[in-house]
């Protein structure tokens, strides 16, 4: 791995078929981000990730790295425009913190306190869409999607389910599920599908394990998502190795992983 491209003035090595924010994760460099998880293809729907590249603001999940492209992430300019962005997404979900037993492991409420994002910024849509309760086992909010696509994507690439879906365009978009009778429990799901893990928020939740896990001990109450997105990302090796994170991983030969990617949703014991 011998080419670099510059984030914020500093080079950034990358390998072949790596986007800029894979090849900055991989090394140590974070740049804010909430659709994109290691395990899938970007999906490039939050535009969190927008970075100043050679004069445009463009998506970093799905902007391939090239050699002496010249990006910047960490500039104020930068952060705020996120700021917005992660505003407009509480402004039009029912993102009521203090009442969301996702609060703590939620990477859209660490995602905004690591930014800094102190005020609502917009009004809020107040939609009314009813909870899905009908599953045993499992309970969906869908006031809470941010049409990340993730669980679709688990669910049809991990799991051969395909339990969820988007429909409906501009506002009227929303999560569905693969039933006639619209219902979670007339699917095939099941509690240990990756569909269940990959959720950044509050929608896909384990019915009777809620706020299990005491305030200070979530996975955000310590450590900032910045610190924790590193973690969790696949990172430079001196020995060269695969990438299995990466687009067209089976091209990738320049990077190891050292710990597996871990997932966005965490299970509450
Ligand atoms: S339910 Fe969760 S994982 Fe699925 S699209 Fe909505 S926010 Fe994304
Ligand atoms: S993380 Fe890049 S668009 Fe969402």
Do not use: W
Not at 232 to 241: I, T
Request: glycine letters at 8%; hydrophobic letters at 40%.
């Amino acid at each position: 791995m011998s080419e670099t491209f510059q984030l914020d003035g500093e080079d950034v090595p990358f390998a072949p078929a790596q986007t800029v924010l894979q090849a900055a994760l991989a090394a140590g460099r974070y740049i804010p981000h909430l659709c994109y998880h290691p395990e899938f293809k970007p999906h490039g729907s939050c535009r969190v990730c927008t970075v100043q590249a050679n004069g445009r603001t463009q998506a970093a999940c799905t902007l391939p790295a090239a050699a002496g492209l010249e990006v910047e992430s960490a500039s104020e300019e930068m952060n705020a425009l996120r700021r917005t962005l992660v505003q407009m997404l509480f402004a039009e979900g029912n993102h009521f913190c203090p009442s969301c037993e996702k609060s703590g492991n939620c990477v859209l409420q660490a995602l905004g306190s690591d930014l800094g994002v102190l005020t609502a910024g917009f009004r809020h849509f107040y939609p009314d869409r009813p909870v899905d309760a009908s599953h045993p086992d499992i309970l969906l909010d869908f006031n809470r999607c941010i049409l990340c696509e993730l669980c679709v994507r688990a669910s049809c690439e991990v799991d051969g389910k395909c339990v969820f879906a988007l429909s409906g365009r501009g506002l009227d978009k929303h999560l569905i599920v693969n039933a006639a009778s619209g219902k979670l429990v007339d699917t095939d799901i099941a509690l240990f599908d990756k569909a269940m893990e990959v959720c950044p928020v509050g929608v896909i939740l384990k019915k009777r394990v809620g706020f299990a896990v005491p305030i200070g001990q979530r996975r955000y109450d310590q450590r900032p998502i910045s610190a924790q997105a590193l973690d969790d990302a696949p990172r430079v090796s001196a020995a060269s190795g695969e990438c299995a994170a990466c687009e067209g991983s089976g091209a990738v030969s320049a990077l190891a992983l050292t710990e597996p990617a871990s997932s966005f949703g965490e299970e509450t014991p």
